[in-house]
């Protein structure tokens, strides 16, 4: 059986969790391979409807086992709430374990990331506040405190006054705050650690036995390719890869065992945050997508960034991820519109551009070049077959495959999981 990376392809918020616990229910493991309670997957199925952050969207198959991977940065104290929450609604999660190896947000990271977005002041990137950004900079400083560390609380003291020290006078000296109990952090932390030991494992094992036994796996993936911090719109990005190759890395799982890479877009797209937007659409349709779509932020509220389909990054985002098909979300919200318009270049001072550029500087002066598409004005979120769909809707979809260079697999004309269209098979 495959191993299916289900990424992201825009700007994030294009409806991965709906994908994810769709395909799941074929599934046998489903990892989620990066970012942190930054993220926000709405599913809505059966059991109900659920806001997951850092629980992967397979925790309501019966079938599937799920893994928080290393590459996650994780909020212990977000993760054990989500487990109750979803516990008190009838949600078994025994099946949910926690790479050893996953870097944890503390207390000093969340300080940290208001603090430091503050600073910024009219540049700011836009970030959660979450603690994500903090305790990535943290990991690649050799600085980050692992899941693995709760389990010895001896090693987990000695480590943790070490780092406390050097952020306390960071916290005192440049911000002029009081500093930070390790006492008071030392006994929540091995709390958590006490909680979540059953949950905390060596994930790459479980993994292999998996795919030794020909099971399938999906790799879950947060945010969107677009956010990527080093082929995204930088410094505008987050803070972990959400691209196919950040699926091996925060996974454990080797390039080799991938099958198929599904990357799921919007039939239009959606920004959450600061940084260019070329389509972005700042009138009466754009507040219209936004109502009609209830498009606020799963993890903030916020209110998200509308615009027309950008198939310059489509094309960007397929170039760096390989998608070997794609799945279509929220195409049934553009059902009331007469006409649909499509970006398929740029213009940058009197040139056209064709390529998705590096800098952000270039990206913010780009106007987008549409192509006008007809719309079909009629409900489709009962239609189960594509060809079932209206004339001009099939025709978006064609001309999206075209401009992408990928072919469309789903459809989704709902938000529920059975508001799906299959088009070509996935697997």
């Known amino acids: 059986m495959p191993v299916i990376a289900i990424i992201g392809a825009q700007w994030g918020d294009e409806g991965k969790g709906k994908v994810v616990d769709l395909l799941a229910q074929q599934a046998d493991v489903v990892v989620r391979f990066s970012g942190g309670d930054n993220a926000g997957h709405t599913v809505i199925n059966p059991a109900g409807e659920f806001k997951l952050h850092l629980v992967p969207s397979g925790i309501f198959s019966p079938r599937v086992t799920c893994i928080i991977g290393n590459g996650v940065a994780v ?21 949910l374990f926690v790479s050893d190896r996953a870097n944890l947000i503390m207390p000093y990271h969340i300080l940290l990331d208001g603090l430091e977005e503050d600073a910024r002041g009219g540049k700011a990137i836009g970030t959660t506040r979450k603690g994500i950004g903090p305790a990535y900079a943290d990991k690649a400083a050799r600085l980050g405190i692992r899941a693995g560390d709760l389990l010895d609380k001896e090693a987990f003291l000695e480590r943790l006054h070490h780092i406390l020290d ?93 099958n198929r890479i599904l990357g799921i877009f919007k039939a239009y797209c959606t920004r959450v945050g600061e940084g260019p937007f070329p389509t972005e659409l700042k009138d009466a349709t754009g507040n219209m997508i936004r109502e009609r779509a209830h ?10 960034r509308c615009g027309w389909f950008d198939a310059v990054a489509a094309r960007f985002s397929h170039r760096i991820n390989g998608y070997t098909g794609t799945a279509i979300t929220r195409l049934d919200i553009l059902d009331t519109l007469p006409t649909l318009k499509i970006c398929v270049a740029y213009k940058v001072d009197g040139k056209v ?46 001309r999206l495959e075209e401009l992408i260079s990928c072919p469309v697999n789903l459809i989704c004309v709902g938000a529920e999981r059975e508001q799906t269209i299959q088009k070509s098979p996935v697997l």
């Not at 911000?175 to 006490?194: K, N, R």
């Not at 390529?355 to 979120?381: H, M, N, R």
């Open 295 to 304: 498009e606020y932020g799963t993890t903030t509220g916020r209110p998200r």
């Open 75 to 95: 909020n212990p104290a977000v993760l054990i709430g989500e487990i109750d929450t979803l516990n008190e609604r009838h949600v078994d999660t025994r099946r």
């Open 166 to 258: 050097a952020k306390n006078k960071i916290l005192t000296k440049i911000y002029g705050l009081s500093p930070l109990s390790l006492d008071e952090v030392y006994q929540q932390y091995c709390q958590y650690g006490e909680r979540l030991a059953p949950n905390i494992r060596e994930t790459t094992a479980i993994l292999e036995e998996a795919l030794n036994k020909e099971k399938l796996v999906l790799l879950e993936g947060a945010q969107g390719a677009l956010l990527d911090p080093d082929f995204g719109t930088y410094p505008y990005t987050t803070s972990s890869s959400p691209l196919v190759a950040g699926g091996c890395l925060g996974s454990g799982v080797s390039p080799k065992r991938i």
């Open 353 to 398: 551009l064709n390529d998705f550029p590096a800098s952000v500087t270039t990206l913010a002066k780009c106007q987008p070049i549409y192509e006008d598409i007809p719309g079909w004005q009629t409900p489709i979120s009962h239609i189960r077959q594509f060809n079932k769909l209206p004339l001009n809707a099939r025709n978006y979809i064609k």
